[in-house]
């Protein structure tokens, strides 16, 4: 029986144990019209063997390609010893960290990686981590409104250059709590700074402003942070961890630093695996720790006085403060924070800045060598990691014939910024080589009609 | 005591791992340096050697499931297999970017609709969303179903959820979080649900009831049916939390009980990790009225392909939960597990979970500990209460977790649910053998017997985990969740 370890002598003697005749009379509680005879449209157990065959087979069937496309997900390297390390049982198999005494590996992991996250982002403190990026950008905007000082705003300000379907889950968890996102004016491909005054006269909780934005523009985010501490707003910072290894952290941003940070926690040692498990990461300052959702490790002393970890304020959580809580979430994740822990160490802060400048070199490479082409334009620069291009013909007819010549060439932008023209957004992680670049025009010229020139 | 140093105060300046970042740094020579950071990030630096044994050293002061039992009631603690983990990690499902064309992962796309399928046959409903990736965001999607199913038919006066004072925590937080007020109900002396103060909460405002079967308090809700006549004649549907469903594979369905939404933690039934706090997956199920509202994406098949269904599929979904399409890595490996198990194998689950329980009681009664609802059956789990021996002696329910930890026990659910007094929650779960389950009786004894000849002593406990018992008060009123280089190097 698979995973059931009972003989026959077990079974006997556990029924005597209990007084029963077998096992079905346990069930003696369940209203006789309630119980079913089995799960007929379920099909019989297979042996490992065969569902190694299966899955093997599955995985087969997916088609990988040489990878151009990023829009909130980067193919980066992955040390080995990150997952070998990671589903170690002790890790893998390890409930959630409430009997502290049981549980210092992991805690004391969390408090290393929220020290990380917390100086990463140049912020005071960081949670135990989130479900993904998207879920960390909605949590950010209802903490926003419960701290923000406009406290009869539940409205949040928005780039305009927000991942699109980061913002469509936003709404979703926004909705039932009468949440509301409100776009800023953009021009440019970014936020546009003289068109703010319009706003003057609202009341909003906080302004969330991507870095870099989801086109890899650099919003103008010390002057938005100056003005919108001006009106009393917090500042929340949307940004990808492995570009701020390189770009100014959002603690430094404009006079004050930007009050909350979040974002896809992805690119840190975790796979692309169709789009999950990811995790989403948050810090702030010190003074909104309490407004924080999420779980939160803290080091403190044991009887003996020996430094030990233990989950801490959890009079914010649900277990405690039920209807009254910050937020119904009860779990971290805490797999995907171990892997990312690790890669953090195995890279250090120099790897993390090797890692990321040579992103944006490539990414200048590939955008160098894709507008070689006839009406193959960069549109907005300056531009980080990811940069957007205009096409001379609508972009999902090349992004098709590329994909049938096993590249996948960057993500379409037609459908949630029309605004844009033909724009294709393109990426080129460290992963890409000189030689990559190149198939990539050659096969570009392809797509477009062009006699390639080699 | 084990101790391991944190891995910032074995960093030395200049010391690097790695062969894992490009060699050189490349020059960036086309932005300005107001939007560059001028310090670096404060991460360690160490040796790769450094970093393994640290990670491995840190892994070994963790109880898993792997090294103990862990009858953690309520959370479902069985064995993880190696072979859900292997295949899940496959390269060629790792290596699939979540915005490729659909034709480039139909291995996945194929795998994630026979789940669907399963979840179907499991729950006996008639559409499934894989797309919450926690019990938490499934009671969200269940409860924002709800709503919009009322909002959809103009009847928008409902927004109140009912939910019985044995519920999980995240029930009540749920119903906040969806814009609904909890309005608690109280539980009879048997452990069913007061029916008539259900019938007194009931009413127009009525959104929806929550509710777990078996409960919380490890006992089937015999009077479902009933309940479910109640809030239906109300003009509320009824939600099914899946915590508990474990206890009921293959031999009853949430559809036949009258459920129209139920989310399924595939971390608990389905065998998927824990994996030290998440991640999860909380997928939701629905009958054909709340199918329409399902949060996308979903899988559906169109000419012998499979394809992700988004708005335009379903104009009238609760919408997006993720940035993407969900935890689908743990997806995988709940699909690995139930392919394993078929049909005789989940329901040989629910028979050995409750074989292991109603054995673990019975024997525990036996043995003069005080089951909290001793004229019922007990389900997967079951609550003791250590209320008499508290009395007696002044030890408490956390002391015998403690003490459970020096006999190489993960201790039970303490505390929950809140109603019974110094209570342990206990699910055994089918894994485990009656060997383990024997030792753990015993234990139980020792303890209390310690409790009976030197409480002293047994509040000293746990004394042979890498730390004794932490101080909490501190923790939470001198704030230290972050490393700083002043906090210096602890000797």
């Known amino acids: ?38 799960l007929p449209a379920v099909p019989p157990g297979m042996s490992e063997a065969a569902v190694v065959r299966l899955m093997r087979a599955r995985a087969a069937r997916n088609v990988d390609s040489l990878c151009f496309l990023g829009a909130g997900a980067y193919e980066h390297h992955i040390p080995a010893a ?79 250059y927000l991942h699109p379907l980061w913002r469509k889950a936003a709404e979703t968890l926004l909705r039932g709590q009468a949440v509301e996102l409100v776009e800023l004016p953009s021009s440019g491909g970014r936020t546009d700074m003289q068109a703010l005054a319009a706003l003057d006269a609202q009341d909003f909780a906080a302004v969330c402003l991507p870095w870099p934005n989801f086109l890899g523009g650099l919003e103008p985010v ?17 940004c990808n961890p492995v570009a701020i290894g390189l770009l100014k952290p959002p603690g430094k941003w404009g006079a004050q630093g930007a009050d909350i940070a979040c974002g896809e926690g992805q690119p840190l040692g975790i796979p692309l695996s169709s789009g999950g498990p990811y995790f989403g990461f948050m810090a702030c300052r010190q003074a909104l720790v309490r407004q924080m959702p999420g779980r939160i490790v803290g080091q403190t002393l044991d009887i003996e006085g020996r430094r030990g970890f233990t989950l801490t304020l959890q009079a914010r959580e649900q277990h405690i403060r039920r209807s009254k809580a910050t937020s119904n979430i009860c779990t971290n994740q805490g797999l995907m924070v171990t892997a990312a822990t690790i890669h953090l160490c195995l890279l250090g802060s120099e790897g993390l800045r090797r890692v990321a400048a040579q992103c944006h070199t490539n990414t200048r490479a590939l955008v160098a060598a894709l507008t070689s082409l006839p009406g193959v334009d960069l549109q907005f620069s300056p531009y980080f990691h990811e940069a957007v291009l205009t096409l001379p013909q609508p972009v999902a007819p090349v992004l098709a014939r590329l994909a049938a010549a096993g590249i996948l060439g960057g993500h379409d932008l037609q459908a949630d910024f029309p605004e844009l023209g033909h724009a294709l957004l393109v990426c080129a992680t460290e992963l890409r080589t000189a030689e990559d670049i190149e198939t990539y025009r050659q096969a570009m010229a392809g797509a477009l009609g062009m006699a390639v020139a080699t | 005591m084990r101790r391991e140093d944190l891995i910032f105060e074995q960093s030395r300046p200049g010391r690097r791992a790695s062969t894992h970042a490009p060699a050189t740094i490349a020059a960036i020579d086309d932005l300005p340096a107001s939007v560059l950071r001028e310090a670096p990030p404060p991460l360690p630096e160490v040796s790769e050697l450094q970093v393994v044994r640290h990670f491995t050293r840190l892994s070994q002061l963790n109880f898993s499931i792997d090294t103990h039992f862990y009858p953690l009631g309520s959370c479902t603690m069985k064995y993880n297999p190696r072979v859900s983990n292997t295949l899940a990690m496959l390269p060629g499902f790792l290596a699939r970017h979540p915005l490729e064309p659909d034709s480039h992962a139909q291995g996945v796309l194929e795998s994630l609709f026979d789940l669907q399928e399963l979840l ?15 019990g938490a965001q499934g009671e969200f999607a269940g409860i924002a179903m709800i709503r919009a199913w009322h909002l959809a038919r103009g009847d928008t006066g409902r927004t109140q959820i009912i939910v019985p004072d044995a519920a999980h925590g995240t029930n009540p937080a749920t119903a906040s979080m969806c814009g609904c007020e909890a309005i608690e109900i109280p539980t009879g002396p048997d452990g069913d649900v007061d029916i008539d103060a259900l019938r007194r909460a009931v009413g127009p405002k009525t959104a929806g009831i929550m509710l777990t079967n078996p409960s919380t308090l490890g006992v089937f809700e015999r009077r479902i049916s ?55 997956a909380g997928v939701v199920a629905v009958n054909s009225r709340l199918e329409p509202f399902l949060p996308i994406p979903i899988v559906g098949k169109r000419d012998g392909s499979y394809v992700w269904l988004s708005e335009a599929d379903r104009p009238q979904s609760i919408g997006r939960l993720s940035g993407f399409m969900g935890n689908t890595g743990i997806l995988l490996r709940a699909y690995v597990y139930m392919r394993l198990l078929g049909a005789e194998g989940m329901r040989r689950v629910s028979g050995y979970a409750t074989l292991n329980a109603n054995y673990l009681s019975t024997r525990l009664a036996a043995a003069g500990f005080t089951i909290a609802y001793p004229q019922r059956r007990a389900s997967h789990e079951f609550i003791i209460s250590l209320k008499d021996v508290a009395r007696d002696t002044g030890a408490t329910a956390m002391d015998f977790a403690k003490a459970l930890l020096d006999r190489g026990f993960h201790a039970p659910t303490t505390y929950f649910p809140l109603l019974v007094p110094e209570c342990l929650l206990i699910e055994p779960t089918e894994t485990e053998t009656r060997q383990e389950l024997d030792a753990f009786v015993q234990a139980l004894c020792e303890i209390r017997d310690l409790a009976f000849r030197d409480v002293g002593e047994l509040k000293r406990a746990p004394q042979t985990t890498p ?19 002043r906090s210096g190097t602890v000797n």
């Open chain 2, 467 to 485: 730390v004794r018992r932490l101080d909490d008060v501190r923790a939470a009123r001198q704030l230290d969740l972050v490393w700083h280089s």
């Open chain 2, 226 to 280: 009933e309940i479910a006549d109640i809030v239906h004649a109300a003009g509320g549907l009824l939600y099914y939390d899946g915590a508990n469903l474990n206890a009921i594979l293959g031999r009853a369905l949430p559809a036949g009980m009258g459920f129209d939404v139920v989310h399924i933690n595939l971390h608990k039934t389905f065998s998927t990790p824990h994996g030290g706090g998440g991640p999860g």
């Open chain 1, 1 to 38: 029986m698979p995973f059931i370890p009972h003989t026959d002598d077990d079974l006997a003697a556990m029924l005597q144990t209990i007084g029963v005749a077998d096992i079905d009379a346990l069930f003696d509680e369940i209203p006789a019209a309630l119980r079913v005879g089995g």
């Open chain 2, 120 to 134: 179907k046959a499991a729950t006996g409903m008639s559409g499934v969303s894989l797309t919450p990736m926690a």
């Open chain 1, 222 to 238: 010390d002057e938005l942070t100056d003005w919108a501490h001006g009106r009393n707003m917090l500042v929340i910072a949307v």
């Open chain 1, 82 to 160: 990150v997952w070998e390390l990671a589903t170690r049982g002790e890790f893998y198999s390890a409930y959630t960290p409430y009997q502290a005494e049981a549980s210092q590996g992991t805690l004391q992991l969390i408090y290393e990686y929220q020290s990380m996250l917390a100086g990463l982002v140049d912020l005071d403190v960081s949670n135990a981590s989130l479900y993904d990026g998207a879920t960390a950008f909605a949590e950010a905007c209802l903490m926003a409104v419960r701290a923000s000082r406009n406290r009869n705003s539940r409205r949040v300000l928005v780039a305009r």
